[in-house]
């Protein structure tokens, strides 16, 4: 059984609750969206069809607990959530990043999933599957990328609608898409509401170069 991958790469976690720690980034080949900031377009079609155990066994070199999927989109192939458990047979830490249009439920519950609902400033609104906001674990987290205020009501929208229908502990996270919109006026308009959710900024495009690969 094998998977394309793009890279696999050791760095920082730079979003969601686990930013800051060292982790072993797995992006896999591929996605199903064009969102309009995307910032791994090179993941559309580069990669590598690589065997599981060998996924694995890269992972396992690095010495790191904790393991991100990421893409491009990674429930586009079949065989991730058998790498999925693959990797939580051996006792790492996984989280998966996603786009919210796959059924998260094809993935075992013992994985954080970080789910991205696409604001309309990504130009991919229209592919949230939302009633995925009904199927989230107690461990698993929400991210709204707001590039403009239009971005923020739609965010607040979803929310207000589909809150009560996931865990109180689930953190939200949003985040200014990169360069385009100020961070300091998302932190105002959050405190305007108020709104229980994170301001998030993307650490590792703030420590490195934002358009440098494997980071």
Known sequence: MSLKINEIFYSLQGESSYAGRPCVFIRLTGCNLRCSYCDTRYAYEEGTDLE?????????????PLVEITGGEPLIQAETPALIRRLLEKNF????????????????????????????????????????????????????????????????????????????MNPVHFSPVFGVLEPKLLAQWILEKPLEVRLQLPLHKILWDPNQRGV
């Open 52 to 64: 599981l155990d060998g996924i694995v066994d890269q992972v396992s070199s690095y010495r790191c």
């Open 93 to 168: 830490k996984v989280l998966l990043e996603t786009n919210g249009s796959f059924n998260i439920q094809r993935v075992d519950d013992r994985c954080l999933k970080v789910v991205d609902i696409k604001c309309p400033s990504s130009g991919m609104e229209a592919q949230n599957d939302l009633e995925n906001l009904k199927k989230l674990g107690s461990d698993d987290e929400l991210k709204f990328v707001i590039g403009n205020r239009m971005d923020f009501e739609y965010a607040k929208g979803v929310l207000d609608e589909y809150r009560k229908f996931f865990p109180a």
